[in-house]
């Protein structure tokens, strides 16, 4: 399979015998662009040519060799071709989804999981790289990562932690990630997916007596209570 590591193509045609020449009116591409060549050797036995394939495509690479090479005594060549599987296209990144929006404290010591849905069947050998933003570190611990048999979802999975921190609008991003061909994925934008909130509230409590001492004179006291959220 022809993929973005591996796009240009290296092509030596041998001959049964001498031919006059070899030009790029000679042969016919499907898929690919000549980037070098065709060049003969001196022996008139074989040519060599460069071909590239077209970038974030499936198509086939057909290369067709035509009937219009000659011998040395004016017979045409018999035709002759080549097909390669071509994958250059590059996965997407469809949808991140958090397992929950909100981490809070009834959360701390459970699960949260983030699943990444590609565009196609990945190589599951290679896990890719989710970076939260802010740091998460202290709420979400990796524990590791799965893919769906299809090979386009992966799941990572994190042990969470109560670490009294209030982070809002937690954006995913997702790198590194390599389809079934080697080919990288397509860079991803970061979205807000989740926040977290296991930060306890704190509470201020006031009173209206003046001098610190409940008498007859202001037996009835008056309390104020000030939450921090």
Partial sequence: VVSDADSVVNYTLTFSEAVQAVTAAD????????????TLAADGLS??????AADGSTADLSVTVNNTILDMNGNTLVPASSTLTVDTLNPTVLDVTASDL???DADATGSFT????FSEAMDTAVNPALVFAPDVSGSLTFTGGSWDMSGT???AAYSVTDAGVTLTDITVDV????????????????????????????????EDNADGVVSDADSVVNYTLTFSE
């Fill in 27 to 38: 042969l016919t591409i499907l898929g690919g662009t000549l980037t070098s060549g065709p």
């Fill in 114 to 117: 983030i699943a990444v849905t």
């Fill in 153 to 155: 979802v992966y799941t």
């Fill in 47 to 52: 040519a060599t040519f460069q071909v590239t």
């Fill in 102 to 104: 909100m981490i809070s």
């Fill in 175 to 206: 790198t590194g990630a390599l389809d079934a061909s080697g080919n990288t994925q397509e860079d991803y934008t970061a979205a807000v997916e989740f926040s977290i909130d296991t930060e306890n509230p704190l509470v201020i409590i006031a």
